[in-house]
């Protein structure tokens, strides 16, 4: 099984920062298969990166996601009062699709 | 466009079966990966596995001694069976369209369409 460890676990900051977040993978993943969510208190997921870097439609430009192997990068260019959420990498790579454990954004 | 809706019992018997059911709206079934995903109160998510429209399956060894996903297509519906469920099932069980997109020798995957959630206690 490929574990995603997430860091940090929470990122406090401000709106207008830029918040990098962190996935980390046991095993190399392909990149195709590394995917990133949002998720708000109350709601489902909300897919924001495929294949590590594509923009899902409808996701703000301020949003980049990057990286390769073992090592993944969420990057918010410009946090919005709407991106204070908690974040999950997923990976296709193998059975089973394991998550991340999450890391919460949270307003400063 | 494409809605999911999760339905089933909200409480549950230790030892019983979860049964839950994922409604399609506005699109088919066909060509898609239908998934379950779970989420234990103030925690995060784990993957339970998913089914292709054709009827293929693929679980997380974890739970696969108890999970049986299955699909009608005639009634543009997938669901979830869990059996000898204890309080460590109590989550809330989302339903999801996994999207496989054909690139250059490969695919991306990724779950684009979620259930709003159903919310499952297991207790006596």
């Known amino acids: 099984e490929i574990v995603l460890t997430q860091s940090p676990g929470t990122l406090s900051l401000s709106p207008g920062e830029r918040a990098t977040l962190s996935c980390r993978a046991s095993h190399s993943v392909s990149s195709s298969y590394l995917v990133w969510y949002q998720q708000k208190p109350g709601q489902a997921p909300r897919l924001l990166i495929y294949g590590a870097s594509t923009r899902a439609t409808g996701i703000p430009d301020r949003f980049s996601g990057s990286g390769s192997g073992t090592d993944f990068t969420l990057t918010i260019s410009r946090l919005e009062p709407e991106d204070f959420a908690v974040y999950y990498c997923q990976q296709y790579g193998s059975t089973p699709n394991t998550f991340g454990q999450g890391t919460k954004l949270e307003m400063k | 466009q494409v809605q999911l809706q999760g339905s089933g019992p909200g409480l549950v018997k230790p030892s019983e079966t979860l049964s839950l059911t994922c409604t399609v709206s506005?699109?088919?079934?066909?060509?898609?990966?239908w998934s379950w995903v779970r989420q234990p109160p103030g925690k995060g998510l784990e993957w339970i596995g998913y089914i292709y429209y054709s009827g293929g399956t693929d679980y997380n060894p974890s739970l696969k001694s108890r999970v049986t996903i299955s699909i009608d297509t005639s009634k543009n519906q997938f669901s979830l069976k869990l059996s000898s469920v204890t309080a460590a099932d109590t989550a809330v069980y989302y339903c999801?369209?996994?999207?496989?997109?054909?690139?250059?020798?490969?695919?991306?995957?990724?779950?684009?369409?979620w259930g709003q959630g159903t919310t499952v206690t297991v207790s006596s």
């Open positions: 506005g699109g088919s079934l066909s060509s898609y990966y």
């Open positions: 999801a369209r996994v999207v496989a997109v054909p690139a250059l020798g490969y695919y991306y995957y990724f779950m684009d369409v």
